[in-house]
T-cell receptor, first 106, second 116 residues
Framework: AQRVTQPEKLLSVFKGAPVELKCNYS??????LFWYVQYSRQRLQLLLR??SRESIKGFTADLNKGETSFHLKKPFAQEEDSAMYYC????????FGAGTILRVKS | GAVVSQHPSRVICKSGTSVKIECRSL??????MFWYRQFPKQSLMLMAT?????????EQGVEKDKFLINHASLTLSTLTVTSAHPEDSSFYIC????????????FGPGTRLTVL
């Protein structure tokens, strides 16, 4: 079975502070992991994928197979980062975590 | 590129009527389209996967006679909620994959269905 856990419903940080959005997964095969973001009144969009190993908008995420985690990190949060973030796993289908609301306060 | 549209964005209907939601890939050919449902303050749940020209594959617990999916072309998939009831009220989101990034899904803006 595929499962994605995002333990925090809401993460509130001040502008300039580091951000870490947690994601843990469960999957017996070799997973593909993604982070999707949904800004206010906008559609869901892909932020990054573990295969690409890239940094998008200052965000990075490293797949840790030992800890079955794919936490999303950014060293300095900006107000425009405020959004809903979903971690997702593709095994034989795309399964989403419950999502974490990130609020960046000025 | 990779834009997916949905129509309508909102629909209100009476109980017992059927509602059709369209999902279109505007600038790429979508070999596969997906339909999700999202309840308030909850995550997206996959309902079904459709490949162009073939029958949709439904997830466990999703009634295929209730949620009719047609993927007649590489740019259009439709979801018809038949004999809608208030418990079908939800946010329905489609996504599409295809083109150069075959394993990336591009999402539509969603359709808010309210059944009275």
């Amino acid at each position: 079975a595929q499962r994605v856990t995002q333990p925090e419903k809401l993460l509130s940080v001040f502008k300039g502070a580091p951000v870490e959005l947690k994601c843990n997964y469960s999957y017996s095969g070799s997973p593909e992991l993604f982070w999707y973001v949904q800004y206010s009144r906008q559609r869901l969009q892909l932020l990054l994928r573990h295969i690409s190993r890239e940094s998008i908008k200052g965000f990075t995420a490293d797949l840790n197979k030992g800890e079955t985690s794919f936490h999303l990190k950014k060293p300095f949060a900006q107000e425009e980062d405020s959004a809903m973030y979903y971690c997702a796993l593709y095994g034989n289908k795309l399964v989403f975590g419950a999502g974490t609301i990130l609020r960046v306060k000025s | 590129g990779a834009v997916v549209s949905q129509h309508p964005s909102r629909v209100i209907c009476k109980s017992g009527t059927s509602v059709k939601i369209e999902c279109r890939s505007l600038d790429f050919q979508a070999t596969t389209m997906f339909w999700y449902r999202q309840f308030p303050k909850q995550s997206l749940m996959l309902m079904a996967t459709s490949n162009e020209g073939s029958k949709a594959t439904y997830e466990q617990g999703v009634e295929k006679d209730k949620f009719l999916i047609n993927h007649a072309s590489l740019t259009l998939s439709t979801l018809t909620v038949t004999s809608a009831h208030p418990e079908d009220s939800s946010f329905y989101i489609c996504s599409a994959s295809g083109g150069e990034l075959t394993d990336t899904q591009y999402f539509g803006p969603g359709t808010r269905l309210t059944v009275l």
